[in-house]
């Protein structure tokens, strides 16, 4: 069991970055916010190829939530209001639309305002990257 859950984001990602600091300013939850850039993903339990493709919640017993999913438990750990709309998030059918508003606007982040132009190319082929 770990201390805390921990948000894994794509530190090289203007957009996903901005989402995340907006996200720590307004909801008030305890957990290790980390760019999967400088993560220890094996000791998380996950890999760098899931980590480009979505956004993770890891939660304390060590389940593994991706997209939409991860964030509406984030949410859910907020508690307050947070909680009701990190529930709804995860019940169909309004799932089901909280994934594909998720997979258009993180396939087409390199567009979003904030976004940098590392966000269009894949994580091995990113300036600094190693390999």
């Known amino acids: 069991m770990r201390e805390r859950p921990v948000l894994v984001y794509d530190g090289d ?3 996903c970055t901005s989402s995340v600091r907006f996200l720590e300013r ?3 939850v305890d957990a290790t916010v980390v760019a999967f850039q400088f993560a220890d993903l094996d000791a998380l339990g996950t890999t760098a ?8 919640w890891i939660d304390r017993a060590g389940r593994i939530s ?3 999913e991860a964030i ?9 209001p947070w909680r009701a709309l990190g ?10 639309a909280a994934h594909v508003v998720y997979r258009l606007v993180a396939n087409n982040r ?7 132009a590392a966000c269009a190319l894949p994580a091995a082929r990113r300036p600094g990257a190693s390999g």
């Open 26 to 28: 307004r909801v008030p």
């Open 13 to 15: 990602c203007g957009f």
């Open 49 to 56: 190829e899931r980590a480009e493709h979505e956004v993770l």
């Open 110 to 116: 390199q567009r979003m305002p904030g976004s940098t």
């Open 66 to 68: 991706g997209g939409a």
């Open 87 to 96: 529930v709804l998030m995860r019940v169909p059918p309004v799932s089901w």
């Open 72 to 80: 509406g438990r984030l949410l859910t750990a907020a508690g307050g």
